[in-house]
């Protein structure tokens, strides 16, 4: 690495509030990070959006340390940060026990409970973003968004990909060089928004590829002289980013979300799968759309799958089943659109887990599926409308509660509980313009 220029290596996690946080070492020093881990203190866990802290019964508090032991397997070095490498850690506590708050390793560990019943998952984020350019002419990119966005034009409009096509040419060089690999990118509905959706990999992967193109199109943006939020609500009232989670259930080579006599050829194992999301969903909402942010996105009728319902292509249920084309075994799979970019990842792709095995414990079926607009035709309950009545059902999970362990399960809600608090009589934009670019 040092004879390819790069000086230092990133190690990062994402807290609980769904912000990536950071240590850099020197080149010379990553080997004995590697081997001894780089200390940091657990009282991010209990972070909140705006960098105040609280504290939980096991958390917070000036004292202890962690060690955060780099995955070198992940390493990359980054492309649009050039001198710079990347690699995701796990966090251990000084006498090298996992740290019971470690994100990545709850992940983990999920991923691992799928693997002793014989399943393996493939997943993938969809990255979404707006862009700002922070000199445009008379604007104020924080206080009036709607002035300073370039690419406004048509929603998934080529014009969008013309007036920024080097930018957007230079995203999909970065992540190429960085050996991601990209499936689509393309214009949102939002003025200057943006999605980037790639292959999936395992759960741990699929969450550390998250942080890898968030970071690189954060990157990429800024030496275009762009800002890039990734908040769940740009402006209120509007299309938000949504942070969507695509998977599917595996066992041997076999997809078991086609295939099969259930809906649409799913598999029973596969149903009861996903009908275990299903049910979970509004507690699996304090963990996907963690923000009071969350619920200026999470509404009818903007494609962020705001009903408690399962369809197949429907964009506005929560649960979006997708097929695919027939030769193409990999395809099928299942969309979670009720989850925003504010969701800590890896918290995401455990959880999401917890929740399938517990509806293949119950021998859960889905219910009817869902097709139209569920605001028009009151098919289908709203999910939670606001982050206090999802962390009302969180703390109700007991599917939860056992999965994350009580001391990152409570760490969660104390955070969830702080930031209502910290928002509580805020304005919908006041609200917007606190979030939208801390993520
Ligand atoms: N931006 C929408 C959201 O908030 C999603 C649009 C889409 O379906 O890709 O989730
Ligand atoms: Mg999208």
Redesign the pocket.
Known sequence: MAAEGVRGTALTWVDNAGLTRVKGVPTARLPDAARWGVGMSPVFDVYLVDDSMTSSRHVGGPDGDLRLFPDLDRLTPLAAQPGWAWAPVDRYDQSGAPHPVCQRLFARRMSERAAQRGFGLRMGF?T?WAVTRADAPGADAEAVPGLARPGAGPAYGMARVVELSDYLSDVLDALHTEGVEVLQLHP???PG?F?VSVAPADPVGAADLAVLVRETVRAVSARHGLTALFGPVIEAGA????G?LHLSLWQHDRNLCRGGDGPYGMTATAEAFLAGVLRELPALLAIGAPSPASYL?LEPS????AFQCWGLEN?EAALRFVTGAPDAPGAANAEV?CF?AAANPYLVVGAVIAAGLAGLDAGLSLPDPVAGDPALTGAAPRLPTSLGEALRAYEGSAVLREALGDPLFESVAAVRRAEIELFDGASPEAIAAATRGRY
Request: glycine fraction near 16%; aromatic fraction near 10%.
């Open positions: 969809e979404e949102e509905y939002a928004q999605e299309v938000g980013n949504g969507h996105r903007r494609w962020a799958g964009r659109k925003d």
